[in-house]
């Protein structure tokens, strides 16, 4: 029939100050939208286009609501768009409508989510590159279909993916005959026996089964494969063998503040199949006895799609399912997952390998996740969509929804994001696993711009890398403090082991014995995280094949049932006795904020994220106030009370200015990263800034010169270039500051005003 095209109005902002205090004053910006609203009115009318305007109805809408009808004040809930719903259909289809009992009205609703689920696999399906893309032309040699000596047969991604689009396709038709039905008060059973058959695909990769299948060993029987470092010994975990058909391809991991082992399973790796059951899950594991081993397994949420990275905030867990984040609670205490919502959305999903992963906090409360090339991102935000293309790490406060590219750099495939206990921040490109100086290039850069040669921590010898984390825990020795670990998976299969010291502006890394490595080729090493007892905890992916260009999308051999994670432990030294965090007040929190592991620190404030503002920042007045100004460890416990601040978005200008001229050159530089968030809520602080341009170490020169890149005001530029004046040789300039020097001028020659 006749195509009708409709214009809708954008709704309104609601104001949710009361609910949550750190989201703006939404004032100005529906003063905007209400110009946008009436000339879109004028111009349907004027091409005698119907119209239907939202915004006047969602004020009055949320003006009656009993509670907040958005996520962030512009992405409705699923309540929002219940209410929203009938003035959209009273616009469209005017006069009295039918009468509609609550459960039919629900069992339309239903049939319409699931054809709309097998609709949304087909136009944004996941590994588009693969499906329809550059790499969907690749061909594939099958050798155990070879006959009579002649050459093998080729199979492309092409040949077998678009048959699967045309199954979702049928599937999807099937569905909208229920629809039909059900809206006219009958039922119809979905039969999809009707769609057509898959195209079979044959390995390229034959193991030594005898059908070409590869050949596992157990979890248990794994270990004698492995080299373990001077001291120390590795025990099982978990592994599929415990828990079957759950621990399976283990993409991600992380312990809660209970001392839990959360994983993140990705069965249906590369990507899921139509027809099959969605299969990939959040696993929470228990070790109940304190053996070093999960004797329990508790699925928090199920039926999910590509998983590809998680983290705790607010009792919660903000998760990544593409193309959007999050954010899913238990409730009720039974540590299963019943309350979902949408965060955000618009991240890219061309390739499943290079979607959003690493997901770590900075010591501020700021949440980061990476994701590499054939990415093309559109983030719609409070302050307007916010984009980024092949390659990027992103940046958001979960409490103030403020989000943007952290740094937008032409990776290849990022994975690996680690800061040490001065908010220090490496990201390494996982597909050469280049580690490079966070501080560096992750100034201020406008869309479409991208940084570009930014210089390394230290001269990789293998790769590729797929996670990594810092060594801090009692359990381990003295020297290795501080190191950074770094999971490897091809060539070098197993964790390798890097010693950190101050360069000037910088880091560098020297390599040292490695944690563990195996000959065991199917040893994928995939994630890595000190755990409460202070032992190095990694998810082993256990698998013969893991690459996406090398293999077809559906190679028969691509595993999905196996999935370990292993514990590794220093004989000459106790573990650590694990602090109780979960349900603790908020003043033993704060002085969890002491302890001398990264960790207890990262998940005592994951714990304080749930408890109110008004709460902690009394308590953390108090705390600060107590400090031991004798503990050779106090500038260090006065730039975590600053960060607890940032986390609460409560700016305390006077310690941060206390900070700033700290006699610690670590604490000076991650107060002034501090300053780079706060600046538009600190007087004069670019004054501030300039007086980190001139400081005596290039550490804190570095970090004033990547927060002028954030200004707009032109006298940024002079104050970047005083970051030269203590530099020893002007003409040899720091390395890692004349990049951030270079890259900051680059942006504000272009966007200062």
Known sequence: GNVRLVLFSPIAVEDLRKTNPDLPDPAASNKNIKLYSDAMAQVAKANNVPFVDLFTPSQELYTRAAKPLTVNGVHM??????????VIEQA????????????????????VND????????????????????RSKLKYKEPLLAKNGEPAPEISNWDVMQREMQVLDVMTANRDKRVQAVAQGKDLA????????????????????????????????????MKVAEGMKVNLFADEKMFPDLLVNPVQMAFDTKGRLWVACWNAYPRWRPKDEMKDKILILEDTDGDGKADKCTVFLDHLNSPTGFEFYNGGILLAQAPAIWFCKDTNGDDKCDSIERMLEGFDSADTHHTSNSFTF??????????????????ETLEGPVRAA?????????RTFRFDAYTSY??????????????????IDGTGAQPYFGPTFTGKMYYPDKHRGAPQVYKQRTRPCPGAEILTSRAFPDDMQGNMLVANVIGFQGILNYKLTDKGGGLAGTEVEPIVSSKDLNFRPSDIEMGPDGAIYFTDWQNAIIGHMQ????????????????????????????????????????????EPENRTVYRAKIELSAHDTKEVIPALEKWIAALDKSDPNYQHNLMEGLWMYQWNNVVNEPLLRQMLKSPDHHARAAAVRVLCYWRDRVKDSLELVRAAANDEHPRVRLEAVRTCSFYTDPKAQEVALEALNKEKDPDKPDPFVKYALDETMRTLEKHAK
């Open 390 to 398: 092949n390659g990027a790490v992103w940046r958001f406060e979960p």
């Open 77 to 86: 809930t699923e309540d929002g768009d219940r209410q929203l719903a009938p």
């Open 190 to 225: 979905v039969d999809d026996s009707n769609t057509p058959p898959f195209v079979p695909v044959s390995t390229n990769f034959p193991g030594k089964g005898p059908n070409g299948e590869h050949i596992y060993l157990g979890g248990e029987e794994a270990i004698g494969k």
């Open 115 to 134: 054809k709309n689920l097998y609709f949304f696999e087909r136009y944004r399906t996941l590994d588009g590159y693969n499906v329809y893309g550059g």
């Open 92 to 111: 469209l289809f005017a006069g009295p409508q039918p009468a509609r009992d609550s459960a039919s009205l629900e069992k339309l609703r239903q049939a």
């Open 362 to 379: 900075d010591p501020g409360g700021a949440l980061y996740w990476q994701e590499g090339t054939f990415m093309h991102s559109q983030v």
């Open 551 to 594: 293999h077809h999308i559906r190679d028969p051999n691509r595993d999905h049932e196996h999935g370990r994670v292993y514990r590794v432990t220093y004989t000459g030294k106790p573990l650590v006795k694990a602090p109780q965090i979960a349900g603790q007040p908020v003043e033993k929190l704060l002085d969890l904020l002491k």
């Open 410 to 427: 032409p990776f290849a495939n990022p994975h690996g994001h680690v800061f040490d206990k001065w908010g220090t921040d490496i990201i």
